[in-house]
């Protein structure tokens, strides 16, 4: 589908995301360090495993610091893995798992294209509405009001971004335009 216009939401859960995962990694390497201590012989999954995620987790931290995105999926793989080796909680490996794939889904930004035909709201699963679902939709001074007919109304942040940066102005006049379409062929 050719969209006409393909405006970008801020995420807004991208540090809460950041957090969860330090956490979770940062709890793994205690736990491994713990098994480590108690164990009477030298595992080598839980030492190698805690050095590598407390690698991870310090690299992402300082990347982090210097505003760039980061990622903690592979330190929740890793984690991961060696939990599936801890003599509890085994099942912990599988939430680590399922946690690190939707890493980069919970963290991409939302999109929202405008067709001539309809618009699509690009999430984990795709969201498609026919114009005449709306009875406004307005992008002004960096926030986006998708005013939907059933009093339903979607307004969020845009991102910022300078060189696809699109005319307000232009972009209200094409979704005032569909609307009208999309009114008279309904009432038709």
Known sequence: MVYQYVVSLKNQH???IDI???LLSAA???FFVKELVMQQHLSFAYLVGAIFVTG??????????????VYYSRALLIAALVWMKMPYMQWLSFLFIVLALLEYQAKYSLEIGFSDNAVVIN??????????????IVLKDGLITLDFTDNKILQREVE?????????????????????????SSVE
């Not at 310090?58 to 982090?64: A, D, G, P």
């Not at 300078?162 to 979704?175: L, P, Q, R, S, T």
Request: aromatic share 14%; charged share 35%; hydrophobic share 30%.
């Open 160 to 184: 910022d971004d300078e060189e696809d940066e699109a005319d307000e102005d232009e972009f209200n006049n094409y979704c005032q335009e569909r609307l009208k379409i999309s009114s008279k």
């Open 123 to 136: 999430s984990l699963f795709k969201k498609r509405y026919a114009w005449d679902r709306f009875s406004n």
């Open 20 to 22: 969860f995962g330090i």
């Open 14 to 16: 991208h540090r809460s």
């Open 56 to 69: 991870v987790l310090v690299f992402n931290i300082w990347q982090s610091a210097k505003g760039k995105k």
């Open 28 to 30: 793994s390497v205690i």
